[in-house]
């Protein structure tokens, strides 16, 4: 395995420790969240975030990759660039909370909230701080400060972790069990109808910790604005907005056409459903997270290479192996991993083994989309992202009548499928890239039989289904690694080191 590999998968790792241990302490939240609350409830969680999703991609408006791109083509005002991205996203996010503030209740009536117009309020804030702290957080990956950057992130979800224990957990055990003075004490400030909100409320001071956390990123800045620079900069990442807002109607527009297209009695118990098992493929986003915020910064840093077409075919086939023992390793032990949802969401785990290979081929596009960030083609993103949530949006409106969530679940993996596809097929016009795709494809067809085999087995024999997943999954690592020389010689020479 090349060095810069092993410097890729070293920052991943560091990056993935943020990201992992945050995400599965988050994911440790989805079993009290489940038992907690009811499906609709639950259902409010998952839509609300659903519009932080597309707000948080206005927000940033694709700032945070031309800022990547610019500190690297311009060097010598790498320090400008930064104060300029900065100061565009502290005002806009400004006048955004601004403008939320001022019309929340109209808001608030508009998507079926009339009575919690607070909601939107707690929202905006969140969303405000979040898109502020994006510029500080790409400085750090720039600088390839990764350590501060996962210990930023990490407090930033301890304390919304440890605020939602309180709120959910803690302060209802001690009203129902009548601790006198301490009963007394939270009803000063603890109110049972928030319900829901009181999320909202530990993700708020979370955020507003993480700002504070970033000051010394924030006030190193130099405080100048070039609007020549900007100009040129929101020219390279309005395309990026245009398609991060298509991905993320490709992620969340699902969720929110579920609560308008179904029955109003039914909605938001399917909505919170499905939301639950869309979080079960968690541990496949967690390493997509991670490695995009490695990969990116590194994929800019390699383009001058000499050899760094052949580096970028075979970071994306150890990407795929990695996604496909991800999808193994929940699918093949979904009878433990179902109890991460109360059993009231678990009809919905149909929908699993779609996700996550929707969520696979997604990452597999992150990887192909290097070509037009390189080459300053990136309106070919947009046009990438359009084309998949207009494929998200017909087969949403047809499916989910006959379906339910189970057609959004296929329209999501049709969706990044299709992707990949034109991102692939275009790209190797402008920039192509040295990826094994058959060997690729055999991964993929292995991975998915294993599955399908493991559910056929079981079917048709009465045994444990850990005596039959433990060998297949065993079989399958054991098939890739003695299929790739690079793969089996990188091994062995860590074996022989350790």
Sequence with gaps: MPNPIKRLAGQTAIYGTSSIIGRL?????????????????????????SYVAFLLVILTYGMETAFFRYAEKEREIKDTVYSTSFISLLLTSTLFIILVFTNSDQLAALIRYPQNPEYIRWLAAIVGLDALSSIPFAKLRAENKAIRFATIKLLNIGINITLNLFFIVFCPWVLKNDYSILSGIINQFYDPQIGVGYIFISNL??????????????????????????????????????????????????KLLLKFMLPENIAMSQVGIYGACYKISIMMTIFIQAFRFAAEPFFFSQARSHNAKELYGEVMKYFVIICLIIFLSIMLFIDVVQHFVGEEFREGLIVVPVLLLANMFLGIYFNLSIWYKITGRTHYGAIFALAGAMITLLLNIWWIPIFGYV??????????????????????????????????????????????????????????????NIPLLIIFLIVIISSDKSLKTSLLQTIRKS
Excluded: H
């Excluded at 924030?218 to 390279?236: E, H």
């Excluded at 959004?408 to 990044?416: D, E, N, P, Q």
């Design 25 to 49: 302490l988050n994911y440790l939240l989805i079993p009290i969240y489940t038992r907690v609350f009811i499906t609709q409830e639950f259902g409010t969680f998952i839509e609300m975030y």
């Design 407 to 468: 057609g959004s679940a296929w329209a999501t993996l049709i969706c990044y499928f299709s992707m990949t596809m034109l991102s692939y097929f275009t790209g190797r016009k402008y920039y192509p890239v040295k990826y094994d795709v058959l060997k690729i494809l055999a991964y993929i067809i292995f991975g998915i039989a294993i599955y399908l085999l493991s559910t056929l087995i079981i079917e048709f024999i009465a045994l444990p289904y850990y005596y039959i």
């Design 205 to 254: 001071i979370a955020s507003i910790a993480t700002i504070i956390l970033l000051l010394p990123q924030i006030i190193s800045a130099n405080w100048r604005f070039d609007t020549a620079l900007w100009k040129r900069m929101v020219i390279y990442a309005l395309p990026l907005l245009l398609g991060g807002l298509a991905g993320v109607a490709n992620e969340a527009l699902d």
